[in-house]
């Protein structure tokens, strides 16, 4: 991302010395490919992970429409890569109104389901006051980032993708999301200690991030108090995920996940450089533009196998892309801190057969795993109809409760638990409250899952 010498030599003297843009009102944000802030300032590299390189408040708007009443405060920070080399990203950072009083105040990270390549979907601009991101899944999620506000915890919200939006990269994500939380509590004026219980959410897309982030945390961020993951249909396996979806009403979907995977794997660049229609080629630059909802809808039941010249099987057959499927696989480790995994049996995106496999792998290196595998829901309904449950366990985990066992699976569903619908009551109440812009109190959605 070239943004001109200017922009640099202006970033350049800001290192070592984080700099804190005030608000501005009623400004449209530039998109992150045009707005210097994220211009990593030069030589940032030699810093440590999760230094705050700047810093700057805005304004969150539901939708980008409703202005919300509360202001976040943005941080570029200093990450890692999928190689280990220096990068950098942003996370959005809310404290809430009302913290808790028994201890430090947890922090949540919460990874949206960006799931494109297209800056508009990043969480940093997406969730702005004038944010012109239409079908960016982020804004549908601020909802429930206001539920996990309410419970009186800060929340981090990471750009998990980096400043270039490699959807499906393995490991970096989870560098992303760890790195977000040290910057958190390295910002002062946040005052949230580096001790405070850190527990993670995501949910599809946001869920693999999660998952990378609890996979990686025990080697990479182990000073980190991390206390619980939740998973919610992580995406286990996207190579089996590309050979389900491609060709589907979802179809969509997988080609974002190549057409950004282009960008970090050589091999694979090759491969679609060499076998790859010009009418594919096209596709692939089109869709790097595109909100989630837009490529969606733009390639509902689009084959890949039509915009290749020998036939599919075989191009997924070849080494290069077999290694890529191999290497984007979650599994690697076993997570040190507690997970909850949510998944649907009728989930017609990502399939509850990987997720099983994915629950053994985790349980048979030791960790401790919840598993939710609901019966009743599907994969868009099972996210909010879980809140609930998802905020209770993060609860009981920031209070130090002792789980109940190794390993817990069920398939009692949702739909039939009494405490889903008094939670989803006060669910409806935070959501009425931020569409209308008013101020959201602390009213936990927890307390009724009992």
Not at 71 to 93: C, H, I, K, M, S
């Amino acid at each position: 991302m070239d943004m001109g010498n200017a922009a640099r030599s202006s970033a350049a003297a800001w290192i070592g010395q984080p700099h804190h843009e005030p608000l501005r009102r009623k400004v449209r944000p530039a998109v992150p490919a045009k707005d210097p802030f994220y211009v990593p300032p030069a030589g940032f590299e030699h810093a440590r992970p999760g230094t705050v390189l700047r810093s700057r408040d805005v304004e969150l708007a539901f939708l980008g429409l409703i202005p919300q009443t509360f202001t976040a405060t943005q941080l570029l920070y200093r990450t890692t890569d999928l190689n280990g080399e220096p990068q950098t990203t942003v996370t959005t950072v809310v404290v809430p109104i009302e913290r808790t009083t028994d201890g430090p105040t947890p922090i949540v990270s919460y990874q949206c389901a960006i799931d494109a390549v297209a800056g508009r979907c990043f969480p940093s601009y997406a969730l702005r006051r004038g944010a012109r991101a239409l079908g960016a899944l982020a804004q549908f999620e601020f909802l429930l980032i206001a539920a996990a506000l309410a419970e009186g915890w800060a929340v981090s919200v990471p750009d998990h993708e980096g400043t270039a939006g490699i959807w499906g990269a393995p490991y970096e994500p989870g560098y992303h999301v760890l790195d977000g939380i040290r910057a958190a509590t390295n910002h002062r004026p946040l005052d949230l200690p580096a001790g405070s219980p850190v527990g993670l959410w995501g949910y599809s897309g946001g869920g693999l991030a999660s998952a990378w982030a609890a996979e990686v945390q025990g080697d990479y961020a182990p000073e980190l108090n991390m206390v619980g993951a939740v998973l919610g249909s992580p995406v286990g396996d996207l190579g089996h995920t590309f050979r389900r979806l491609n060709g589907s009403i979802y179809a969509g979907l997988p080609a974002l996940v190549v057409a950004a995977l282009t960008h970090i794997y050589p091999d694979l660049d090759r491969v679609i450089n060499d076998h790859a229609t010009e009418e594919g080629k096209a596709m692939l630059a089109r869709i790097e533009k595109m909100t989630t909802a837009h490529a969606l809808l733009s390639l509902v039941g689009r084959d890949m196998a039509t915009l290749i010249d020998r036939p599919l099987e075989e191009i997924l057959l070849t080494d290069e892309v077999q290694n890529v499927f191999d290497s984007i696989k979650l599994g690697t480790n076993a997570p040190k801190t507690p997970v909850l995994i949510v998944q649907a049996v009728h989930d017609r995106i990502i399939s509850v057969e990987d997720i099983d496999d994915l629950t053994e792998t985790y349980t048979n290196g030791g960790a401790s795993v919840t598993y939710h595998r609901d019966m009743f829901s599907e994969h868009m309904l099972l996210h909010p109809m879980s809140a609930p449950m998802t905020l209770r366990w993060l609860r009981d985990r920031f209070a130090g409760r002792p789980l109940r066992a190794h390993i817990a699976r069920t398939k009692w569903p949702t739909l039939l638990n009494p405490s889903t619908y008094r939670g989803m009551l006060t669910l409806g109440l935070i959501t009425a409250r931020v569409v209308t812009g008013r101020r959201v109190d602390r009213h936990p959605l927890s307390r009724f899952d009992q």
